[in-house]
């Protein structure tokens, strides 16, 4: 089945550093992949949606040139969390969607947990 | 208001329990709809999608009513290993240009 690889699992920074979270699709391509965040006790919150080779639709809220996402190809997309702040501290999952796949192949990253200190 | 909108929970049943999750939708141009299961601290997994004919997966059957834009699960003789918590999602959009949105999540503890 399809499997995305979603790295690191786990992060600590430093508040003010960058962190970089990477979304690989090993078996199919990904036209599409999305970003969500997830805080304690609540649901995943659709960050933006990145499109291969084009610039990244971000959802109301969220700021794009703090979350910096990049769409290279089909199978890799990558989130920057820019000047990280405690209150970034979270748990981000990506999501790719298939491109051969019309029933809404959606497949979802192992997610990473983000802590800023 | 919320996008999609889900009880509240948390649900704590018996062993062997049936238990029904209800899912509310605002979005009329919402396509597809899903239950997803999400445990701690880990990705949510799709359990199945929801179909207006309603349709079942061995002990869960989700219906969903499209005029009243409401999803529900239902989980029979539920079991230990069904603590989890619930996702209702919706997608928003066509198959090309749709994205997933999720209700806040309905937390299920099964007791022996």
């Known amino acids: 089945g399809a499997v995305v690889s979603q790295h690191p699992s786990r992060v600590i920074c430093k508040s003010g550093t960058s962190v970089k979270i990477e979304c690989r699709s090993l078996?199919?391509?990904?036209?599409?992949m999305f970003w969500y965040r997830q805080f304690p006790k609540q649901s995943l919150m659709l960050m933006a949606t990145?499109?291969?080779?084009?610039?990244?639709?971000?959802e109301q809220g969220v700021e794009k040139d703090k979350f910096l996402i990049n769409h290279a190809s089909l199978t890799l997309s990558t989130l920057t969390v820019t000047s990280a702040h405690p209150e970034d501290s979270s748990f981000y999952i990506c999501?790719?969607?298939?491109?051969?796949?019309?029933?809404?192949?959606?497949?979802f990253g192992s997610g990473t947990r983000l802590t800023v200190v | 208001r919320k996008e999609v909108e889900q009880d509240p929970g948390p649900f704590n049943v018996p062993e062997g329990a049936t238990v029904a999750f209800n899912c509310t939708y605002s979005?009329?141009?919402?396509?597809?709809f899903f239950w997803y299961r999400q445990d701690c601290r880990k990705e949510p997994k799709l359990l199945m999608s929801?179909?207006?004919s309603g349709n079942e997966d061995g002990r869960f059957t989700a219906q969903l009513n499209r005029a009243s834009q409401y999803i529900s699960l239902l989980i029979r003789d539920s079991k230990l290993s069904d603590s989890a918590t619930y996702l209702c999602?919706?997608?928003?959009?066509?198959?090309?240009?749709?994205?997933?949105?999720f209700g806040q999540g309905t937390e299920l503890s099964v007791k022996p």
């Open positions: 929801v179909y207006s």
């Open positions: 990145s499109n291969e080779g084009s610039k990244a639709t971000y």
């Open positions: 999602v919706v997608n928003i959009g066509n198959n090309q240009g749709g994205k997933l949105i």
């Open positions: 999501s790719a969607r298939d491109r051969d796949t019309l029933n809404y192949g959606y497949t």
């Open positions: 078996d199919f391509q990904a036209t599409t």
């Open positions: 979005n009329s141009a919402s396509q597809s």
